[in-house]
C-alpha cells in the first residue's frame, strides 16, 4: 500500500494504492518503488489492509501475507483489528505488523491485527530496530522448507531493509 494524499483530509481515509504487480520479485524495482514511500500524516489502516487482501485473493495456490508498517493506530474511525480477523478467517492471508515508534497506547490495537490475523507482531523504536523487524517479518515468510535448505548450507538472504529503514527514519 502506499499513500498519496498528504494529512487528514476525508479522501486520505480512501487512499491507497498497488505500487507493484503481485508477481514474482524484481529486487531492483521493488527497492526503487519503497524508497519513494514516506510517512503523509493519516493512517487508513483498514482500508489499507482490505485493498491488500483484494490483490492477494486471486493468488490462492500461494502463501499470501501481508506487513503492515505503521507509525500510530488506525486514524479514520474504522476497526483494523476486526478486518484483520475477516481477511484471515475468509482468505487465510496472514498479517505481520511492524509497529515503528508507536505511542505506547496504540500498541494493542496494532497487536490485535496480528494476532486476529496469526501473524507477528514487532516493534521498534529505532532505525536499527525497525531495520531488525523488517527483516524478521520478510524472513518469517518464507517456507519452512526454504528456511531449512538455508541453514543447512547456503548464504543469508540479502536485505536490504537495514539500509530502507535508516532512508525512512532519517
Given amino acids: 500500500f502506499g499513500a ?44 489499507a489492509l482490505q485493498e491488500a ?55 494493542p490495537a496494532l497487536q490485535c491485527i496480528a494476532q486476529q490475523s496469526r501473524g507477528a507482531f514487532l516493534l521498534a523504536r529505532t532505525r536499527e530496530e525497525l531495520g531488525s523487524a523488517l527483516d524478521e517479518a520478510i524472513r518469517s515468510t518464507i517456507p519452512y522448507n526454504l528456511r531449512l535448505k538455508v541453514l543447512v548450507g547456503g548464504s543469508p538472504l540479502p536485505s536490504r531493509m537495514g539500509r530502507l529503514a535508516t532512508k525512512w527514519v532519517e
Fill in 4 to 47: 498519496t494524499t498528504a494529512g487528514d483530509t476525508p479522501e486520505a481515509c480512501s487512499d491507497s494504492q498497488l505500487l507493484l504487480p503481485i508477481a514474482p520479485i524484481e529486487t531492483d524495482l521493488l527497492w526503487q518503488n519503497l524508497e519513494k514511500l514516506g510517512a503523509q500524516g493519516s493512517s487508513p489502516l483498514t482500508f
Fill in 53 to 107: 487482501a483484494k490483490d492477494l485473493k486471486p493468488h490462492v495456490s500461494e502463501d499470501r501475507v501481508i506487513l503492515l508498517l505503521t507509525d500510530g493506530k488506525e486514524s479514520c474511525n474504522l476497526d483494523p483489528c476486526q478486518a484483520a480477523k475477516e481477511i484471515y478467517s475468509k482468505d487465510q492471508i496472514v498479517i505481520h505488523v511492524v509497529a515503528f515508534d508507536v505511542a505506547q497506547n496504540d500498541e
